[in-house]
């Protein structure tokens, strides 16, 4: 069951009923696996990947990170957005992802830029008058040609897959998710990070979306 905005929902999990085992990795600049190098940490996760190749490793709720480089996405130093707005799923490149609940497709986008999503679904939902937005960044390109906006998906549909670096911006292959209350009118993006300036703003606005990945 997850928990959104106080409410109970009843889900399917993102990854589907792959008896995979969860394990909680903290990326922060607190965290006990802190690694001040991009490529260093980069190759850690990688190698956890591959050492334990029915783990996937979860984190990412806030947590402030070192390694947002890209001053054209993140920002300059006194205002930079490094604290992270959704969960990651970290695991092997094509794995399947799952529609959670009953969705409409609201927008779909290559994000190109280095660090950025690559490609990326927004969902839309609407339960009972609840509305609120999901977005799936690091993706690969198996859902193009095949989905479109405004595509109907119901609950438990593999509607994409994970991205490797060719198509996800760059990144060692891992799924990023997080729900979002209000677009912004934006289409196929919104901020996966925020400065310490806006997160009173993104707090309430991007809340914890862990319980869906369950």
Sequence with gaps: MAIIFNKEINHFPILGNNNYEYKKIDLSIDGNIFIQNKEKWEQFL????KKYPSKVFVG???EQRFFYSNKNLF????NQRNIHLGID??????TAVYCPIHAKIHSMKYNGQNLDYGHTIIL???LSGLKFYSLYGHLNDSHIGILKVNDILTQGNKFC???????NGNWPPHLHFQIIADL???VGDYPGVCSRNDLAFFTKNCPDGSSFIY
């Design 124 to 126: 839309s939902h609407d």
């Design 46 to 49: 990688e190698d956890q990947v």
């Design 184 to 186: 912004q009118n934006q």
């Design 89 to 94: 799923l970290w695991t092997h490149a094509k």
């Design 60 to 62: 990412g709720y806030l």
């Design 161 to 167: 897959e994970i991205g490797d670096r060719n198509q």
């Design 75 to 78: 920002g300059q130093k006194q």
